[in-house]
Nanobody
Framework: QIKLVESGGGLAQAGDSLRLSCLASGRVRYYTMAWFRQTPGRDRESIATISPSGGADYSDDSIKDRFTISRDNAKHSVYLQMNNLKPEDTAVYYC????????????WGQGTPVTVSA
């Protein structure tokens, strides 16, 4: 069993930057990792994924232009650098490991909230 713990969320103003971190309790180097986010009343959505070798993919151009996912396998960590934050980025952000096969995430963190004010 691998535990994922997110950190780095908090309050920000529009235009600010935040860096989210996800620390795994064990090796995740062979898993595709992802950042999801969820707002009240909406499904959790994947916004960024990173392959074991570091290849990144993003949900849409708005995310791609402002956010960067990265990983440090030696530190069992995944990061999400978020720049030029917007109020619509307000959500709870979750880290997940694709441990059950393509598109299936078996390990999840508890989430870290991000609130962006105008």
């Amino acid at each position: 069993q691998i535990k994922l713990v997110e950190s780095g969320g908090g309050l920000a103003q529009a235009g600010d930057s935040l860096r989210l971190s996800c620390l795994a309790s064990g090796r995740v180097r062979y898993y595709t990792m992802a950042w999801f986010r969820q707002t009240p009343g909406r499904d959790r959505e994947s916004i960024a994924t990173i392959s074991p070798s570091g290849g990144a993919d993003y949900s849409d151009d708005s995310i791609k232009d402002r956010f960067t996912i990265s990983r440090d396998n030696a530190k069992h960590s995944v990061y999400l650098q978020m720049n030029n934050l917007k109020p619509e980025d307000t959500a709870v952000y979750y880290c997940a490991a694709q441990s059950l096969g393509p598109g299936k995430f078996g390990y999840w963190g508890q989430g870290t909230p991000v609130t962006v004010s105008a």
